[in-house]
């Protein structure tokens, strides 16, 4: 009886005492406002620009939303341009375009939802790198995305991600970013 006990107990105790996924919503707690951060970080949302084309910058479909791909849109209007791995960007200037696509993502998203305090989570990014074929860094410029999004949301804005090269983007734009975001209950 106490060898069946033991077959029943022990692999229940193996399974939860196994690895563990480290995202939990404890550790996904807010404990400051994302408009007040964004101040603090000297980020200004504006309305988003109307899409070029028959698409909508953002769907909600229940608790997430998924936001077409956006450029790097520079504060003062128009669009960075350049491709990655040649003479017309260096590798920060890159991380910046990939900054600024991640703005033009927040003022999308909040357009769409109205209060970004909303969000509980980055779930998913597809970065999008114009680059040369002997270019091999696009993670790095990706990384100007990813790190904005840590810095205004902290681990909430921590994503899966993938960083891919192109051999061209709309309008000669070097980076372009897509985004899956989940919201609060």
């Known amino acids: 009886m106490y060898k069946f006990i033991a077959i029943l107990i022990v692999p229940f105790f193996i399974l939860s005492c196994g690895p563990q996924d480290s995202y ?5 707690e807010q ?10 970080l000297g980020i200004v949302l504006d309305a988003p620009t109307p899409p070029t084309a028959n698409y909508r910058r953002a769907v909600r479909t229940g608790n997430l939303v998924f936001l077409a791909g956006h450029g790097p ?5 128009g669009q960075v341009t350049g491709t990655m791995g040649t003479d017309e960007l260096t590798l920060e200037e890159g991380q910046e375009a990939a900054r600024l696509t991640g703005i033009s993502l927040l003022n999308s998203l909040k357009d769409e939802i109205g209060d970004l305090n909303k969000v509980k989570q980055i779930v998913k990014v597809n970065g999008m790198v114009k680059a040369h074929p ?3 860094q696009h993670s790095q410029v990706i990384n100007g995305f990813s790190d904005l999004m840590v810095d205004v949301f902290g681990e909430r804005g921590r994503h899966a991600r993938a960083s891919v090269g192109m051999s061209s983007l709309p309008g000669n734009i070097p980076v372009e970013i897509d985004m899956i975001v989940e919201l609060k209950e």
């Open 134 to 136: 002997s270019f091999t």
């Open 73 to 77: 849109d520079k504060p003062d209007g």
């Open 24 to 28: 939990s919503d404890s550790d996904n």
């Open 31 to 40: 404990d400051y406002d994302i408009e007040e951060r964004l101040e603090e």
